[in-house]
């Protein structure tokens, strides 16, 4: 109980190690290592959220409870195991009404037809309420990339990272394109930010040796070829791109979301990096913890990030 408060400052002193600075996560989101407005969130709250795990579809979700400036949130009808935690400050949730406004399908609660759903009658019916505009970060709406819908282009798969693969934008809002792999199911598809070097321009895999993964559907055999493909399709220009790598380096200390308890908040180190992923090693763990997360993710911060936001962060073990 007399355990000292967690210090930073005393904690990478005593490592002799630095922290992850704040420009690694500023070129990866495009804006501040740490939330610029409070989090006004309330439980109870309903918005409009894309689907962690299916990252084509936005939608309907409740606020179930709150920490610092996390919110966990539950997909409206649907059983809770499938609640999942975001930032409060995350591009990938909405006000309600933002997929009537664009133009883009709200997935309905369990129950409800996409096409007669309306949120707003469902809202009345439930006496629920949605959540204010401005809780959210202003979602800038209008295309700020050089892509454009209907793009190719060549694109890493975030669930088998070694494969790049041919691919389509499929949708945009603001700073960030929406990944599909032509043939594929959209259980592979995923919001990236238009300068990651998740997406790279056509020809980026021969340039570089590497195996491109044709559209599924290519029989065994088949040499997939962009000239011929590219007659019925358009690439994205090449000044579209610009394949940032990630900045993160072994030794750097981060606070990061145990995957395994995503209530948590922990003190880590990154052991390892590729270049799309790090391995984290929770401080004072043992290695089979360690853990490889996309350089990308929303649950990786620079130290401080959880007295900013009034977080618990979790201590090594010692
Ligand atoms: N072996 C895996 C690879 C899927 C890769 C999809 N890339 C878009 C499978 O067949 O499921």
């Known amino acids: 109980a007399n355990r000292r408060r967690f210090m930073w400052n005393e904690h990478l002193e005593r490592?002799?190690?630095?922290?992850?600075?704040?420009?690694?996560?500023?070129?990866?989101?495009?804006?501040?290592?740490?939330?610029?407005?409070?989090?006004?969130?309330r439980v109870g709250q309903l918005l409009e959220a894309v689907d962690p795990n299916h990252q084509s579809m936005i939608c309907l979700v409740s606020v179930v409870s709150m920490c610092?400036?996390?919110?966990?949130?539950?997909f409206e009808?649907?059983?809770?195991?499938?609640?999942?935690?975001?930032?409060?400050?995350?591009?990938?949730i909405f006000p309600c009404g933002f997929c009537e406004r664009t133009g883009r399908t709200l997935a309905p609660p369990c129950g409800y037809?996409?096409?007669?759903?309306?949120?707003?009658?469902?809202?009345?019916?439930?006496?629920?309420?949605?959540?204010?505009?401005?809780?959210?970060?202003a979602t800038e709406i209008k295309n700020k990339t050089k892509f454009e819908v209907n793009d190719k282009l060549e694109a890493v798969d975030r669930k088998h990272p070694t494969l790049t693969c041919v691919a389509t934008v499929?949708?945009?809002?603001?700073?960030?394109?929406?990944?599909?792999?032509?043939g594929?199911?959209?259980?592979?598809?995923y919001w990236a930010i238009s300068t990651s070097n998740y997406v790279r321009p056509i020809g980026w895999c021969k340039e570089n040796e590497k195996e491109l993964s044709p559209p599924l559907g290519f029989a065994e055999g088949e040499?997939?070829?962009?000239?011929?493909y590219l007659r019925d399709h358009k690439a994205a220009e090449s000044d579209a791109f610009v394949c940032n790598p990630h900045g993160f380096s072994p030794g750097m200390r981060v606070e990061v979301v145990d995957q395994r308890n995503p209530v948590l908040l922990r003190v880590a180190t990154v052991a390892e990096v590729d270049d799309y992923r790090v391995k984290i090693h929770f401080d004072g763990?043992?290695?089979?913890?360690?853990?490889w997360l996309d350089a990308d993710s929303s649950d990786l911060h620079p130290p401080g990030w959880a007295s900013r936001t009034n977080h618990p962060l979790q201590p090594p073990l010692r």
């Open 223 to 228: 040499v997939f070829d962009w000239k011929t």
């Open 113 to 137: 037809d996409a096409q007669g759903f309306r949120w707003r009658a469902y809202t009345d019916e439930m006496g629920l309420h949605p959540a204010p505009g401005d809780n959210f970060v």
């Open 170 to 182: 499929i949708d945009i809002i603001g700073d960030y394109i929406l990944i599909h792999f032509d």
């Open 15 to 41: 490592e002799k190690a630095q922290g992850a600075p704040g420009s690694v996560f500023r070129i990866l989101h495009n804006r501040g290592p740490y939330p610029e407005s409070e989090n006004r969130f």
């Open 184 to 189: 594929w199911d959209s259980d592979y598809d």
């Open 68 to 74: 610092g400036h996390r919110l966990r949130l539950h």
């Open 77 to 92: 009808g649907y059983p809770s195991c499938f609640n999942f935690w975001v930032n409060a400050d995350s591009p990938f």
């Open 285 to 291: 763990w043992s290695d089979m913890y360690d853990d």
